[in-house]
């Protein structure tokens, strides 16, 4: 079995943006993401997919951090509007459609296919967000459809120079600007990148810090703001537990769906 997930809030704006202005640019667009799922399912072999979305409302990391994703654009008015149309459209088309109140979909994503792993089932996520990176494992791949790559642990570890496990950690250092997380003032992914390698978590880092030998300003940095780095590593993991409810059966794809 192999498991296609779909981030909803992140394809359809994407694809909405990428598209011409005219009067039917919903209905286009829905037809667009539908030939795109489907595209993705027959190439990747899928059996199964579910679209995750999720409702405009405040969630735990807004609790935690009012400035959460603080000046991010937002969805325009039009599309979110329709947002029940494409529902209706993927579930006309053969797709399973939910959303988790309360939660990003992120943290139902992470959860889904964490879940999958779990029952021995693979899973590839749809989505230009990094943060999924962290997922990564043996059974769960990341998919770029815009830039047609897909990343497994081997395509994270090229490009972060990190195991994915340690994706969360190189945030909490570098701070993470699509989300407005704050990080370590100062310190870039290549300084993040040399420390995590040779103390392999930020928790260890901080331990020995005292007994480290570090450039006075990085040292200043970490002793002043590692407060902000646990904070960010807490923002940026997502919650992989959540119970969804929901049957894997509901999933499955028919013949006229992946053709």
């Keep these: 079995m192999h498991l296609l997930i779909i981030d909803a809030m992140n394809l359809i704006p994407r694809m909405y943006a990428a598209m011409p202005e005219h009067d039917s640019k919903e209905e286009a667009c829905i037809n667009r993401c539908i030939n795109t799922i489907a595209d993705n399912a027959a190439r990747l072999e899928a059996t199964h997919c579910a679209i995750v979305f ?6 735990w990391r807004h609790a935690v951090w009012p400035d959460y994703k603080l000046g991010r654009s937002p969805m325009p008015e039009s599309l979110e509007k329709s947002l029940g149309d494409f529902k209706k459209g993927f579930n006309t088309a053969g797709y399973f459609c939910f959303e988790y109140p309360n939660w990003e979909a992120d943290d139902v994503i992470a959860s889904l296919a964490s879940k ?3 029952n021995s089932v693979n899973s590839t996520i749809i989505s230009t967000d990094k943060g999924f990176f962290q997922l990564v494992n043996c059974r769960i791949q990341v998919l770029n459809h815009f830039d047609r790559q897909l990343f ?3 395509e994270v570890q090229a490009r972060y120079s990190i195991k994915p496990k340690q994706l969360n950690d190189l945030l909490a250092l570098t701070g993470d600007t699509t989300n407005h997380l704050p990080g370590v003032k100062g ?15 930020l928790d260890t880092l901080l331990v020995q810090l005292p007994n480290l030998t570090l450039k006075p300003k990085l040292t200043e940095a970490l002793e002043n703001h590692w407060r902000s780095a646990l904070l960010t590593r807490k923002l940026a993991t997502l919650v992989t537990d959540l119970p969804l409810n929901i049957n894997l059966n509901d999933m499955r794809l028919n013949a006229k769906t992946i053709i």
């Design 54 to 59: 999720e409702k405009k409302e405040p969630t």
């Design 116 to 118: 999958a792993a779990l």
């Design 152 to 154: 497994n642990e081997e």
């Design 187 to 201: 310190v870039g992914i290549k300084t993040a990148t040399d420390l995590l390698s040779q103390h392999q978590d």
